[in-house]
């Protein structure tokens, strides 16, 4: 994008193809010529081979004075540039990047965030904040989410503007990191690019900010986030002061959020594949609970899921482990990489072998849970074992038999962490049965996550339960997770299909998913992007295809809340009580997460 097409309000002011003026207009002397500076601009910028952040060269307007240092030489400034300049004597020194803070407590910069509000990026900007670093963002609307990040000290704006990613009197930052749901055009990413600010995906922001961690890295297309929330409990609760970023809100982690930042060397991290974000680390041990076709926008097919599977196992560090469930046949077929790598180990002796873990509920696994049995709690109690022999018996809250698996995974994961620290082979087994009871224990107090068979309160004798599933997978998945909890009870289903292309493509899928619900009401499409689909679809056309269970098309949210509101009130308690009070489940990934606080408040109930 040429400078000239740049347009910034107040002191940002266009002046040729070359210059852009970034900073606001000050007075001071200019190093013996006597003459006052009423500007400067940016004629040019980069960052140099040594890491350095940006240097650039600027000329004063008035007497032409130029320096190459973000400030001036006695030029009375002070201290403006003090954050991301170092001032010696009289002049500036500029200072390599750094992640954290040093041990001065110098901030290592500033970063500003472009997609702020996304579950992903919202956690690395948490996490920068903490690590010391100057956090502002944008995003297009305002949400919780956006209001979390303000409280905890990140300068927020909705909508994008060039002129917040460098407000009156501020240099630029020192790192852009970008969404991948922001598309070409943006006026804050053009803005960084003239002005040679680096710019990240989130890709590369992850590799940099883990490097020198010993990362452990959950992927998978469904469970991730809470098999990540779950063994980063685990550890805590272990005694290990972790760094660990989830992508979504975790009750258990300070103030509720998704980011938990400690002084070990030790990440957790929730690895997504979308947009290949995960093929910017380099993981010590990774997990992959399933790999299905997901992201159709992205993906053209399972197959394509799989390859970049398969390409992020393969950035598992020599001598690493893959932890993998072998009960999902997408990635049981990853198995057939390792071993095909395991050739190319033994003609190498550069390389160390990475090291294969299943888990599963089947014989075949290294590690199994057998003995499943619903609990008092209306969750799941099962037994642990390791090649046959059983090591520990675990008692979860929470339902459904993707929480077995999510939890066995975080067992695993432990037992291996515990085994590393262990050279005698006759101890070996007995480490690793410590280490599963101690992680049992732990798992026994885990208490869920945000948005996942999410108990958002009892209204008019209506159960309501929030929960994220937007693939055909999950809907069946909670569905399994709601019968076991509430058997007798009804179950009305109130879902948002998440984007057209999703629809489209997995209509078919989703028709059969619902079956074990007793009513389906659809709503309108939820678009989070514009994606271009060779087919049109509605939510009412999904109602009409939806088999078993009687579905009903109300686009809008606000006329399903209302209908609800009086068929609840209407209802005749004793007949409802017949089978036990009404289980309400709202799922999908957009706003209708909103629903069930709504239509509590909508019938004068506090929530629960």
């Known amino acids: ?326 009960d999902s046949a997408g990635a049981k077929s990853l198995l057939g990489l390792m071993k095909e790598d395991d050739q190319t180990v033994l003609s190498s002796q550069s390389r160390e072998k990475r090291r294969v873990v299943t888990y599963g509920l089947g014989e075949s696994s290294d590690w199994r849970a057998i003995m499943l049995v619903p609990n008092p709690q209306g969750g799941t109690d099962y037994t642990v074992v390791y090649k046959n022999r059983p090591m520990t018996r675990v008692s979860l809250r929470l339902p459904g038999m993707y929480n077995v698996l999510n939890s066995l995974a975080a067992i695993v994961v432990m037992s291996l962490l515990a085994a590393e620290k262990e050279s005698d082979g006759e101890e070996l087994a007995m480490v690793m049965k410590r280490a599963a009871e101690a992680s049992s224990n732990a798992l026994g107090t885990f208490s869920g996550v945000r948005r996942r068979f999410d108990w958002v309160g009892t209204v008019q004798g209506c159960h309501i339960i929030d929960d994220y599933a937007h693939h055909p997978t999950e809907v069946r998945a909670v569905l399994q997770a709601a019968r076991q909890r509430f058997d007798q009870q009804p179950i009305w289903v109130i879902f948002q299909p998440h984007t057209v292309s999703r629809l489209a493509t997995f209509l078919a899928d989703f028709a059969p998913a619902f079956s074990a619900a007793d009513r389906v009401i659809v709503t309108e499409v939820y678009s989070a992007r514009n994606i271009r689909t060779e087919k049109i679809v509605t939510g009412e056309d999904l109602a009409n295809a939806i088999i078993g269970p009687p579905a009903v098309y109300i686009p809008d949210l606000d006329d399903v809340v209302e209908r609800l509101s009086w068929e609840l009130a209407a209802l005749d308690k004793n007949a409802m009580n017949d089978r036990g009070n009404i289980v309400l489940l709202t799922l999908g990934a957009g706003d209708i997460t909103d629903l069930g606080p709504r239509l509590m408040q909508a019938l004068s109930i506090p929530s629960a």
């Open 1 to 326: 994008m040429e400078l000239s097409t740049l347009s910034f309000p107040h002191a940002y002011q266009r002046i040729s193809r070359s210059e852009v003026i970034y900073g606001r207009y000050v007075s001071g002397s200019v190093g013996g010529t006597g003459s006052k500076l009423r500007s400067w601009a940016v004629v040019s910028a980069g960052r140099d081979s040594q890491g350095y952040a940006p240097s650039c060269l600027v000329k004063d307007e008035e007497c032409g004075f130029r320096s190459n240092h973000l400030g001036f030489s006695d030029c009375g400034l002070d201290g403006r540039w003090s954050r991301r300049s170092r001032k010696v004597g009289s002049c500036w020194k500029r200072r390599r990047l750094s992640v954290e803070s040093d041990a001065n407590g110098s901030s290592p910069g500033s970063v500003h965030f472009v997609g702020i509000g996304g579950a992903g990026l919202s956690a690395l900007a948490l996490l920068a904040l903490r690590q010391g670093w100057q956090v502002s963002g944008s995003d297009f609307s305002w949400s919780e989410q956006i209001e979390r990040l303000k409280e905890a000290g990140v300068r927020v704006y909705v909508g994008h503007n060039a002129a917040q990613m460098i407000p009156e009197g501020s240099p630029p930052p020192d790192a852009l990191v970008v969404s991948s749901a922001v598309g070409p055009g943006n006026e804050e990413v053009d803005a960084a690019s003239a002005l040679n600010v680096p710019i990240y995906k989130r890709d590369t922001w992850l590799g940099k900010i883990t490097e020198g961690y010993e990362l452990i890295a959950i992927a998978g297309t469904h469970g991730k986030s809470t098999t990540t929330a779950m063994l980063s409990v685990v550890l805590r609760n272990l005694g290990e002061d972790i760094t660990a970023i989830v992508g979504a809100q975790v009750p258990q982690f300070p103030d509720g959020g998704n980011v938990m930042y400690g002084s070990s060397r030790k990440f957790v991290l929730e690895a997504d594949e979308y947009d290949g974000c995960f093929l910017g680390i380099s993981p010590s041990l990774a997990v992959v609970t399933n790999v299905e076709w997901e992201h159709v926008d992205m993906f053209p097919d399972e197959e394509a899921v799989r390859d970049i599977f398969k390409r992020f196992v393969m950035r598992i560090k020599p001598g690493g482990y893959l932890v993998i469930c072998d």
